[in-house]
């Protein structure tokens, strides 16, 4: 699915996108800038606001060399418009000339129409079930058709690749490796059992939705950035909502589950997979990173990550992560 990236191209994947570069990029889909640039929160892919010359704004977003296909993007794409269509309130990009996804200087990016907000409140039950709706919305689209070219979020996919390419790629020490590979397989044996015992339907998701996803205004809520969407099961989009103690966690999803269920169906024998898939997110995180660490953007931004202590204090997570695989994170009972 993803092309590989040459050792150079990875090392410094963005050492050519200078200002000029930017702005040129900009100017070659018919925007006229003014030539301010603000660097965003984006550490995959390189992401701007962009001043216009009739006062608007815009962000472009320049995606990581080598790291999806065209067909790839094009999908994450097709499924923002596919959302917005239905007046959810996803964030899709800008299409010019009948082209969303553009090439300048050898870097492909889009544009955005900006779109501002902070990180919705959680603890408010009224956000809880509106959150639920859209995400209801999200999957009743989700279900209609099928990816063809992005990632399958699954126990190899997520978590066994990235625990070969950590062992192979030699980021954990040596002193740690026999101890830090059992407790990592012993946990990806579990939630493998756990799959194959639940069998969870798969659907076109957002992938990463987290508060950080999803920006609140007071006119509402509204989603961004869907570079992660993937098929996977449903309940993905749902547990990093959740927050706090068991009985916490368990109310918040009843909750979000009211708001969702108004719009689509849900599979209560996805919640036992919850824990299963916050350690396939451990893994995959880990990989991610060592995937990355040539970048020079990420031991600057992650110091703490290839250290002795960050892989004992993985090998620990593992084996409790595992504990709270065989014990639900909710009370399961309460969802009849």
């Known amino acids: 699915m993803c092309t590989v990236m040459s050792d150079q191209t990875q090392a410094a994947p963005y050492s050519g996108l ?71 309130p996803v964030v899709a990009p800008m299409v010019f000339n009948d082209q969303s996804l553009h090439e300048y200087a050898g870097y492909r990016f889009c544009v955005y129409p900006r779109h501002g907000g902070r990180w919705p409140e959680l603890d408010r039950e009224e956000n809880l079930e509106q959150l639920g709706r859209f995400i209801g919305r999200i999957h009743m689209v989700g279900r209609a058709k099928r990816f063809e070219h992005r990632l399958k979020l699954t126990v190899a996919s997520y978590g066994q690749a990235s625990l070969d390419y950590l062992l192979k790629a030699n980021f954990v020490p040596q002193e740690l490796m026999f101890n830090y590979q059992q407790a990592a397989q012993s946990l990806l ?54 927050s706090g103690e068991a009985h916490e966690m368990t ?67 593992f084996r409790e992560q595992l504990e709270r695989c065989h014990a639900p994170s909710l009370d399961l009972k309460a969802f009849g």
């Not at 006229?32 to 929160?41: D, E, F, I, M, Q």
């Not at 984006?42 to 990581?64: C, I, M, P, T, W």
């Not at 950080?212 to 996977?232: E, K, M, R, W």
């Open 251 to 317: 109310q918040q999803m009843r909750i979000i589950l009211r708001g969702y269920q108004t719009f689509t169906e849900f599979d209560y024998s996805e919640l036992a997979l919850i824990e299963s898939l916050r350690g396939l997110r451990l893994l995959h995180y880990s990989a991610w990173l060592a995937r990355r660490w040539e970048d020079p953007a990420f031991p600057q931004h992650f110091p703490w990550f290839n250290t002795p202590r960050y892989w004992e204090d993985q090998l620990n997570t």
């Open 18 to 88: 200078t200002p000029e570069v930017i702005l040129g990029a900009i100017e070659s889909v018919s925007l006229a800038a003014t030539g301010s640039l603000l660097a965003l929160n984006s550490y995959e892919n390189r992401v701007y606001q962009v001043q216009l010359d009739d006062g608007q704004f815009v962000v472009a977003k320049f995606y990581r060399p080598g790291r999806w296909t065209n067909a790839a993007i094009l999908e994450e794409h097709a499924f923002a418009m596919e959302l917005a269509a239905q007046e959810i």
């Open 189 to 242: 044996d579990y939630i493998a059992m756990q799959f194959e015992a639940i069998l969870p339907q798969t659907l076109r998701i957002y992938g990463d939705c987290h508060p950080g996803n999803i920006l609140a205004t007071p006119q509402g809520f509204h989603f961004v950035d869907l570079d992660d969407c993937c098929s996977g099961p449903a309940v993905q989009d749902l547990w990093m909502l959740l």
